[in-house]
């Protein structure tokens, strides 16, 4: 069997996909964060003191992106539902060489919340990395944050480590939780198996 490349990649299940993210969602991504502003703010990373500044508009953080894509550090993918955008899943941080790894990261709109995209989202994404070589794929949570907790519970993600003072999130330094799979563990079904078959149920 072929294994895919990593990048670009487009990624389905049922209604969702997950697409490289592009210009042409400026204003939908614009109307998103503006929606969700005040559900995501405690979760948003934020630059500290003396960090490097974030993209200034939409336009410049695509094209960080894409540059980032490109070399193989990051893959920033949009996520749709019903052609319609819906969020984003980030892979960034992407070692090669001895470790073969990377980092995970996810947001959605308020508006498609507790529908079950963001497990599917993050679980096409995950198995796309497994295929295309990575062996281990990590995801790092606020502790209060509930509703990202439970996606990682979902795909049976186990909590691996406890990085006080991570990130620098909502305007501080902030304590995560540390999750991990690798590939040893990857399920025959992929994750996506797994979400699914839970979502039947």
Excluded at 126 to 132: E, K, L, T
Aim: charged share 20%; aromatic share 8%; net charge positive.
């Amino acid at each position: 069997m072929t294994t895919p490349k990593l990048w670009p990649a487009t990624l389905h299940s049922g209604e969702v996909a997950v697409r490289p993210l592009a210009m042409r969602d400026g204003m939908a991504w614009a109307t998103a964060r503006r929606r969700s502003a005040a559900w995501l703010a405690p979760w948003d990373a934020t630059v500290p003191p003396g960090g490097d500044a974030r993209p200034a508009t939409f336009a410049a953080l695509v094209r960080r992106q894409r540059r980032a894509a490109r070399r193989g550090t990051t893959l920033p993918f949009a996520v749709d539902v019903d052609g319609r955008f819906a969020g984003q899943v980030t892979v960034s941080n992407i070692v090669r060489g001895s470790a073969m790894f990377a980092s995970v990261g996810y947001w959605i709109d308020v508006s498609f919340a507790g529908r079950g995209v963001m497990p599917r989202a993050v679980a096409l994404v995950i198995d796309h990395c497994f295929a295309a070589g990575l062996h281990r794929i990590e995801v790092s949570i606020r502790p209060e944050n509930a509703n990202s907790l439970r996606i990682v519970e979902k795909l049976e993600i186990g909590q691996v480590g406890y990085s006080p003072r991570y990130l620098h999130i909502d305007g501080e330094w902030r304590d995560h939780m540390n999750f991990a799979i690798t590939r040893e563990e990857w399920p025959p079904g992929g994750l996506i198996g797994r979400v699914e078959s839970h979502q039947s149920h």
